[in-house]
């Protein structure tokens, strides 16, 4: 047990008159449908709170109970996602509640095996779905957490390596109180959220240990470490990655409108589930070989072969460890030979239809310049 009784009493009356007062609105709070819980929970991985709120609430509208969910297409559930990015995640939802109807008749498991069971979830998800649906005194672990408790306990080892871990989740066990879990939780991430923060660049936002509620109980606090603790992940190493897309156009009979050309990626990759313009990696090509690349690659993904034409936009954006430039290419429709070595999906869409399908983000700005 990291903590003696008096230090947890003492913890957990602080920390609950704390949250009484500053607990923010969020949408997500005040409701206990485990369906709306585990929604918010999936959405805020890796995810800031301000971007998540306007998806939480139109995904909720759309589709408001895990049984509609689960009849949706993909497409939708995809296209409401558009933006938020790590699209497994939906998918992984999706596929979660469709599992639910087929399992559990449509209603939230409340067995913790049967909860972790479900695709993408894990034990923190779990422990949150439970612990504030269900009220079940379930620890819960994730990045603000990790980051109060290694400060309470002032522990300065790696907080993944599998010390770390174990120290961590029996903190998290330890703390809970019998009632009102969920509660206490969202109270615990709450203040690794606002006040006991992650430290950014220049220190601009490192813990507000003054205005903390369980100063007085922090072992970091008392040697003057908060500032240090967590110790750092090591820096990802960003790799500069060039690609190119290519706006495939195919005139319409005269009076109709033409048609552009899209992929379906399929599972395993990047963005699987999600459709794009035909897009892959450049070799370093020199300008006079650009072209033929095009033309090789478009065939390979689709089996289309164009007439390339102009460069028309650069794109830059960030995938995980990726800085991608991505270099944007008209093309003409001339034939098509029969499926690609690739042989993905595809379909021949007009422009007013773009809409409705879920694009990546640069395939969502290229939509735009269609
Ligand atoms: S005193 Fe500072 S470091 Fe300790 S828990 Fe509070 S905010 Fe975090």
Not at 28 to 45: F, K, N
Not at 285 to 310: F, M, Q, Y
Request: proline share 6%; aromatic share 8%.
């Amino acid at each position: 047990m990291p903590f003696d009784s008096a230090w947890l009493r003492n913890f957990r009356r602080k920390l609950r008159a704390w949250y009484d007062r500053h607990a923010r609105e969020l949408p997500w709070r005040g409701t206990r449908d485990p369906y709306a819980v585990w929604l918010s929970e999936i959405m805020l991985q890796q995810t800031q709170v301000e971007t998540v709120k306007p998806y939480f609430e139109r995904f909720l509208a759309a589709l408001p109970t895990i049984r509609a969910l689960a009849e949706a297409e993909e497409r939708q559930v995809l296209r409401l996602w558009e933006g938020l990015g790590y699209y497994r995640r939906a998918r992984q939802l999706h596929q979660a509640a469709r599992q639910i109807v087929a399992v559990h008749d449509g209603r939230f498991p409340c067995d913790p095996q049967a909860v972790q069971r479900l695709p993408g979830i894990g034990r923190y998800t779990a422990g949150a779905i439970l612990s504030i649906a269900f009220d079940q005194r379930q620890p819960i672990l994730e990045a603000n957490t990790v980051r109060v408790f290694s400060r309470l306990l002032a522990y300065d080892g790696q907080t993944t390596s599998s010390a770390g871990q174990k120290l961590l989740w029996a903190a998290a066990e330890a703390v809970l109180p019998a009632r009102e879990v969920g509660r206490f939780n969202q109270a615990l991430m709450e203040l690794g959220s606002e006040v006991c923060r992650r430290p950014r660049a220049h220190g601009a936002r490192a813990p507000a240990c003054e205005a903390c509620p369980v100063a007085g109980l922090c072992h970091a606090r008392q040697r003057g470490l908060q500032g240090e603790i967590p110790r750092p992940k090591p820096r990802p190493q960003f790799e500069d990655v060039a690609e190119a897309a290519v706006l495939v156009r195919r005139r319409g009979a005269p009076g109709t409108p033409g048609r552009v050309l899209l992929i379906q990626w399929p599972e395993g990759r990047r963005w699987a589930g999600l459709w794009d313009f035909p897009r892959f990696a450049l070799k370093g090509e020199k300008e006079a070989e650009i072209h033929r690349a095009l033309v090789d690659n478009v065939r390979r993904l689709t089996g289309v072969t164009i007439s390339p034409g102009e460069h028309f936009k650069t794109l830059h954006h960030g995938v995980t460890r990726f800085r991608i430039t991505l270099d944007c290419y008209e093309a003409e429709y001339v034939s098509h030979n029969g499926g690609g070595a690739e042989q993905l999906v595809q379909k021949w869409v007009r422009p007013a239809e773009l809409e409705h399908y879920p694009l990546s983000s640069t395939g969502r700005k290229l939509a735009g310049l269609v």
